[in-house]
């Protein structure tokens, strides 16, 4: 069986020819390798069950939901580089956002404000928007509501749209918006969270440790040659060597909630 691929996280329809000519990159070297691998990607398994088959032979996710269930039951394949303001390499943080109408410029501003959220899972838009706050804060002491909009995309929409005030946002999914969504436009940066590993390309556990390497090469050779249109749509310059200690941090961030 040639297994499931996806690669969910940044896979905004405006990117999809991008995200399709990475996967048939991959899938090229993978087949190089020895490794069969399916003709497309898999865009309707939901995420959270595309994570945990045994059939998955490449797909991304977050870091808070790989220390927070995933370790151990995936193997790492690296952690990619991105250009956007605020990545580095196999490293990322979240971009705080408001309208830029609002005469409040920092953080600090925002007490009794009302926080767009994309989810609890999420790292960059939840658990990095709690890190940023005052040591000791939560998100419900701190802020006067919290309103949950399922993407990042959302998240921008709200502030834009007036149904909250602040937001914690990917800095690659920014660097998204400001060529894609509109909303975008509407709003300014207020600052930065910590920065973090970036999100991690993962692979079922139920491979042996030369498969994973050889789909780890595979990965890496097929970033390494992308067509500049996919690396220039997609922001994907690189990736590095991944490895489960380089997530323990994420352990304490949101303040382990």
Same mark, same amino acid.
């Given at each position: 069986?040639?297994?499931?691929?996806?690669?969910?996280?940044?896979?905004?329809?405006?990117?999809?020819?991008?995200?399709?000519?990475?996967?048939?990159?991959?899938?090229?070297?993978?087949?190089?390798?020895?490794?069969?691998?399916?003709?497309?990607?898999?865009?309707?398994?939901?995420?959270?069950?595309?994570?945990?088959?045994?059939?998955?032979?490449?797909?991304?996710?977050?870091?808070?939901?790989?220390?927070?269930?995933?370790?151990?039951?995936?193997?790492?394949?690296?952690?990619?580089?991105?250009?956007?303001?605020?990545?580095?390499?196999?490293?990322?943080?979240?971009?705080?956002?408001?309208?830029?109408?609002?005469?409040?410029?920092?953080?600090?501003?925002?007490?009794?404000?009302?926080? $767009?959220?994309? &989810? /609890?899972?999420?790292?960059?838009?939840? %658990?990095? #928007?709690?890190?940023?706050?005052? @040591?000791?804060?939560? =998100?419900?002491?701190?802020?006067?509501?919290?309103?949950?909009?399922?993407?990042?995309?959302?998240?921008?929409?709200?502030?834009?749209?007036?149904?909250?005030?602040?937001?914690?946002?990917?800095?690659?999914?920014?660097?998204?918006?400001?060529?894609?969504?509109?909303?975008?436009?509407?709003?300014?940066?207020?600052?930065?969270?910590?920065?973090?590993?970036?999100?991690?390309?993962?692979?079922?556990?139920?491979?042996?440790?030369?498969?994973? $390497?050889?789909? &780890? /090469?595979?990965?890496?050779?097929?970033? %390494?040659? #992308?067509?500049?249109?996919?690396? @220039?749509?997609?922001? =994907?310059?690189?990736?590095?060597?991944?490895?489960?200690?380089?997530?323990?941090?994420?352990?304490?961030?949101?303040?382990?909630?």
């Amino acid at each position: 069986m040639p297994g499931l691929a996806q690669l969910p996280m940044y896979d905004w329809p405006e990117v999809r020819a991008g995200t399709d000519a990475l996967w048939a990159a991959i899938a090229a070297n993978l087949a190089a390798l020895g490794i069969d691998a399916p003709d497309r990607l898999d865009r309707t398994t939901p995420a959270a069950d595309a994570w945990t088959s045994p059939d998955l032979l490449v797909g991304q996710t977050c870091g808070r939901p790989y220390v927070n269930g995933l370790a151990g039951r995936v193997a790492l394949l690296g952690r990619p580089t991105y250009d956007a303001a605020g990545a580095g390499p196999g490293r990322y943080c979240s971009i705080l956002v408001a309208r830029s109408t609002d005469g409040r410029a920092r953080l600090g501003d925002f007490r009794g404000a009302v926080a $767009a959220c994309n &989810g /609890e899972t999420s790292q960059s838009g939840w %658990a990095a #928007l709690i890190d940023a706050l005052p @040591d000791g804060e939560t =998100l419900d002491g701190f802020f006067g509501a919290v309103r949950f909009t399922g993407t990042h995309r959302g998240s921008i929409r709200a502030v834009a749209g007036g149904m909250a005030d602040i937001a914690a946002i990917d800095c690659v999914a920014w660097a998204l918006a400001l060529r894609h969504e509109p909303a975008a436009g509407d709003l300014k940066e207020i600052g930065r969270s910590p920065d973090y590993p970036s999100l991690p390309f993962i692979t079922g556990n139920r491979r042996s440790a030369e498969e994973v $390497a050889r789909i &780890g /090469e595979a990965l890496r050779r097929a970033v %390494a040659d #992308l067509p500049g249109p996919a690396r @220039d749509a997609l922001r =994907l310059t690189g990736i590095e060597d991944a490895r489960p200690a380089d997530y323990d941090c994420l352990r304490k961030s949101g303040r382990a909630a």
